[in-house]
């Protein structure tokens, strides 16, 4: 009789391990799926904003081949060539021509600078902008898991 006891209290035991392997597993897999998830989340945003990174960029190499191409043409409006062609029509003397090329390389060296600027600032914006995209990115992670793991 005694060893029927023995048994039943270690079928006993048994179930009870067994019911807490099952809760362990149970927990194990809800903390996964959760992760999961977390991490899919996560992947898309990185996704998304890598996407708008390469579009921005895309956009930013039109412009400077925009830019780098625009010296040397003509503007499209045709009141802007004309009253090029009259002004070069008025100039007489080498001297006068000498002046407004003078005149032409002084501004085209300040446009030059101006935009050398105007690029740097373009660039510190941008790097600024990544910087604040990223802490705020860093800061909505240790968010999601403060507030799924709370201080007990």
Do not use: C, F
């Amino acid at each position: 009789m005694i060893e029927v006891q023995e048994w039943l209290a270690e079928i006993k035991a048994l179930k009870q391990q067994l019911a807490s392997a099952h809760r362990a597993i149970d927990t194990a897999n809800d903390s996964a799926a959760n992760w999961r998830q977390l991490y899919a989340t996560e992947a898309e945003q990185l996704r998304n904003q890598t996407q708008l990174t390469q579009q921005q960029i895309a956009a930013l190499k039109a412009q400077i081949q925009q830019l780098q191409d625009s010296p040397g043409r003509l503007p499209n409006n045709p009141a802007a060539v004309e009253a090029v062609e009259q002004e070069v029509a008025q100039l007489q003397t080498v001297a006068v021509l000498q002046a407004k090329l003078k005149q032409a390389l002084i501004e085209r060296s300040s446009l030059a600078e101006a935009l050398k600027t105007e690029q740097a600032n373009h660039a510190q914006t941008r790097k600024s902008l990544t910087t604040i995209i990223s802490d705020t990115i860093d800061r909505i992670a240790k968010d999601r898991e403060a507030s799924q793991n709370p201080i007990i």
